[in-house]
């Protein structure tokens, strides 16, 4: 049963370029949340898919977009790149709405220089 | 909006020794997990915790919900223990996705 999987593992870019992470939700399970965590915090809320739409929005700029395929699978996109983007994205997924119990992956961790 | 704090923000054991971690919150929650983030990232799920006691092994975790608070017990701590525990919570006013606030995290370092 595979779980949660996020490509690429890291990634540099450098400011000002335009960044897509993907990720592929555990077998079973249709939502797909995406969060973004800085050095030595907590991970933070940026949005969530859920039948190829966004259901929930955290407080990050419209510069942060994603999109759900069909298959569940899902893209984060980055546009504009800041030098505070930098920080360990992950992914995580879920069952139903709303969601609870959620798996996540091992993350992609995006340095911007 | 809701606010997680877990307490210590550090702590550092001797294997062997057994340890408690806190998780306060400030509203009623639908969602409560314990997470163990590893050293290459991953958010390892512990526990699936919105009220009761659950037990897995050498851990253990315990949710009052009526008084706002979780706890995370670890027994017999070992090496590979060591890494950030998280609580995150899903607040009950939330009746969309169910996204989950975390609080700071807990640093738990084990020595041999």
């Known amino acids: 049963d595979a779980g949660v999987t996020q490509s690429p593992t890291h990634l540099i870019k450098t400011r000002g370029q335009q960044v897509t992470l993907r990720c592929s939700p555990k077998s079973g399970h249709d939502t797909v949340s995406w969060y973004q965590q800085a050095l030595g915090q907590g991970p933070q809320f940026i949005f969530q898919?859920?039948?190829?739409?966004?259901?929930q929005r955290g407080n990050f700029p419209d510069r942060f977009s994603g999109h759900q395929f069909p298959n569940y699978s899902s893209e984060l996109n980055v546009n504009a790149l800041l030098l505070g983007d930098s920080a360990l994205y992950l992914c995580a997924s879920s069952w139903g709405q709303p969601s609870y119990g959620y798996t996540f992956g091992s993350g992609t961790r995006l340095t911007v220089v | 909006g809701i606010q997680v704090e877990q307490s210590p923000p550090d702590l550092i054991l001797q294997e062997g020794a057994n340890s408690t971690l806190r998780c306060n919150f400030s509203?009623?929650?639908?969602?409560l997990q314990w997470f163990h983030q590893n050293p290459w990232g991953q958010l390892i799920n512990l526990f699936y915790i919105p009220s009761g006691t659950k037990q897995n092994g050498r851990l253990s975790a315990t949710t009052v919900a009526t008084e706002r608070y979780s706890l995370l017990y670890i027994s017999s701590s070992q090496t590979t223990d060591s890494g950030v525990y998280f609580c995150?919570?899903?607040?009950?006013?939330?009746?969309?996705?169910?996204?989950?606030?975390f609080g700071q995290g807990t640093e738990l370092s084990v020595k041999p």
């Open positions: 509203d009623s929650v639908n969602n």
């Open positions: 898919y859920y039948e190829e739409e966004e259901r």
């Open positions: 995150a919570v899903t607040p009950s006013g939330d009746n969309q996705g169910g996204k989950l606030i």
